[in-house]
Structures are given as C-alpha cells and as structure tokens.
T-cell receptor, first 114, second 113 residues
C-alpha cells in the first residue's frame, strides 16, 4: 500500500468546518483513499472513501486533487463529539492482493474546542 | 454500537496465564479480523478469517492462537504472553473481504504483568 502523510494534530472550533489534509504522493491508479476515525476508547469507524472524484456522505466530504497526490477530509460543522484520531489510508480495491487489509498510520489528532 | 461485541473489555494476566478474548458480530458478515493497537504505534493487522478459514497471518507469534468456529464468532487464545504484548486488541468484521467498510468492536484492553 502507498504511504500517507498527515499532520500530527489539528484544532477546530465547534461549529466550524474541519479540513484534514493527507498526502499520498505515491498512490497508484487502482488505489483508493479511505478515511477512518477513532474516538478515544473505541474501535475505528469508517467515514468515507474515494478514487478520484469528490465524495460526500452524511458524515463528511472527501476532496481529492486532480493528480490524486493529496486529499482533504472535510467535516462541515464540527462538534465536540468529532474529537478523535483521523486516519487517511490508501488501499487497493476489488481484485487487489490487499483485499481486506487496512494499513493504519499515526493519523491526525483532531481536537474540537467549544 | 457497531454490531461487533468484544469480551472482556479489560483483562490483566500474568505471563504464565492462559486466557481467551472473544469477539461476536451480529451483522451477518463472513469476514473477521484481529488487530493490535499498542501505545504510540499504529493499528496492526494480526489475522484475517473469511468463511471460518484463515486467509492471513501477519507474522504473529505463536503465543497468539486464533480460532473461528463460525462466521459470527472469533477468539484469540493467549498463552505465555510478554509484557510488551500489552495493548488494545480490536476485532472487526466485514461482508466479504473486498469491501469498503470494516466494522470494529470496542476492543479488549490487555495488560500483561
């Protein structure tokens, strides 16, 4: 799997948008960008994934640059409950050898302040 | 509540003890996983099971012995562990191996004395 680089920590004010960047400059054509988060004392939780188009769901939006070398996870209106470690993962999709394997890095610790 | 439960939530054991961690998923999934999360280290995949068959062992020492009697249950049997095995052990499940989302349990916090 390609490696990702994320800032160690970020702060965000409650109610504002949280923009979490991720660099994946060695990503290959069949690799997707996944985001998971882990709230303290809980297991990781899937957020969103994408290949090259921007994606949005009820939790977040994912913006992937045209060259696919970086992406940004956007939480549009952060709440205190969004305080967590956010993991950006590059993963081969269907038919690849890393079928079920999620390779977690250190992630970004996002702290949402009142 | 993710539909994946783990027991016990906390476990303290000596290096000579034998204990087991249990994972149960109520989602009808057929793939299950064990992960290890040590302090200040990323999550590491340990084992993958698909339809009760082990499909991946990520070079895990033999003092960790997984068992998958059916698609809903996964065990991790522990014996003669070392203090450095102290970690959060997480179970996950998914509908098949080639999927977007894995559902994680809350984990078992293991301390080896």
């Amino acid at each position: 799997d390609a490696k990702t680089t994320q800032p160690t920590s970020m702060d965000c004010a409650e109610g504002r948008a949280a923009n979490l960047p991720c660099n994946h400059s060695t990503i290959s054509g069949n690799e997707y960008v996944y985001w998971y988060r882990q709230i303290h004392s809980q297991g990781p939780q899937y957020i969103i994934h994408g290949l090259k188009n921007n994606e949005t769901n009820e939790m977040a939006s994912l913006i992937i640059t045209e060259d696919r070398k970086s992406s940004t996870l956007i939480l549009p209106h952060a709440t205190l409950r969004d305080t967590a470690v956010y993991y950006c993962i590059v993963r081969e999709h269907a038919g690849g050898t890393s079928y079920g394997k999620l390779t977690f890095g250190q992630g970004t610790i996002l702290t949402v302040h009142p | 509540e993710t539909g994946v439960t783990q027991t016990p939530r906390h476990l303290v054991m000596g290096m000579t003890n034998k204990k087991s961690l249990k994972c149960e998923q109520h989602l009808g999934h057929n793939a299950m996983y064990w992960y290890k999360q040590s302090a200040k280290k990323p999550l590491e995949l340990m084992f993958v099971y698909n339809f009760k068959e082990q499909t991946e062992n990520n070079s895990v020492p033999s003092r960790f012995s997984p068992e998958c009697p059916n698609s809903s249950h996964l065990f991790l049997h522990l014996h003669t562990l070392q203090p450095e095995d102290s970690a959060l052990y997480l179970c996950a499940s998914s509908q098949g191996l080639v999927v977007n989302e894995q559902f994680f349990g809350p984990g078992t916090r293991l301390t080896v004395l």
